[in-house]
């Protein structure tokens, strides 16, 4: 079953009335229900070896997309030149013909609003720099987050930061089989409150991830769902003060039987890069 439902459903997690005669010829015996979708979000919560090595390869051009952008960064270029740049050369060197979805790149005050795409704001110096994207690899999504410091940052650019990673690694080496979803996101939401940044860590902790960037489980508050081995999701806390800056840092990763194991690896130590014009 999972075989055929896995071919069958595409993104929108739809199925035909080809597909659903050929389910019915499979299973002869079945009852079938109108929405399905319940049924799919369960069979979709534990991916397969394969599917792992899919999702480590999609991390593996995030890490790639990472450098060139870092490198693109200087003073005067827009937001939308960087993504460009990222998306040209993970075409041209990697092979890479779709984003999982549009490449965001925001710099200064722009990364205080994490629903904001790439503008045509320019780098300042002396800002943080955020960068979110991903890749399909062979049908598999990757997503990931990292900031850096255009410039020497000052001492409370190094403090949100250092929040957020110290919140974004305890939440990575709390997550494992028995941990419920909840559990995790509050592992995280309670060392950003505590630093007294509660009010601007204003999403979930994480989302699901594999043939669609954003799956089910949701590691957010409320959700009981008791996390299992073969379980792949992210791992964003995020800082936003709006009129000075964001952070945020983000891995997806899978939960082994001993704890969380990432698919991007791109140093999370506060990247202080040179000022360049």
């Known amino acids: 079953a ?51 090595k899919k999702l480590q390869g999609a991390g593996a051009e995030a890490d790639f997309a990472f450098k ?52 045509m704001n320019t780098v300042q110096p002396n800002e943080l720099v955020l960068f979110d994207l991903g890749t399909m690899h062979d049908g598999y999504a990757s997503d990931s987050s990292r900031t850096v410091a255009y410039g020497e940052p000052t001492a409370k650019q190094r403090e949100i ?9 305890a939440a990575i ?49 409320g959700n009981d769902l008791v996390l299992e081995e073969g379980m792949c999701f992210s791992i964003e806390p995020g800082i936003y003060i709006p009129g000075f800056a964001g952070v945020r840092i983000e891995d997806c990763g899978v939960v082994t039987k001993d704890g969380f194991e990432t698919f991007t690896h791109t140093d999370k130590d506060l990247k202080v890069l040179p000022l360049k014009d």
């Open 2 to 52: 999972y075989d055929i439902v896995n071919s069958l459903v595409g993104s929108e997690m739809c199925i035909r009335d080809s597909h659903y005669q050929l389910l019915r010829g499979e299973f002869p015996n079945a009852s079938f229900t109108n929405d399905v979708s319940p049924f799919i979000e369960k069979i979709r919560l534990y991916k397969t070896p394969e599917e792992i």
């Open 68 to 119: 060139i952008g870092f490198d693109a960064i200087r003073t005067g270029v827009t937001e939308r030149s960087i993504a460009g740049q990222i998306d040209y050369q993970l075409k041209i060197q990697k092979g890479v013909m779709h984003e999982s979805f549009e490449t965001i790149v925001q710099a200064g005050k722009n990364a205080a609003n994490p629903h904001l795409g790439p503008t």
């Open 161 to 169: 930061y250092e929040v957020d990673r110290e919140a974004q690694q």
């Open 173 to 221: 080496e709390a997550a494992k089989p028995g941990i419920t979803a909840e559990e995790l996101d509050s592992v995280a939401r309670d060392i950003i409150t505590k630093a007294g940044y509660g009010e601007y860590f204003i999403h979930r902790l994480g989302h699901g991830i594999g043939k669609n960037v954003h799956e089910y489980p949701s590691i957010v508050q």
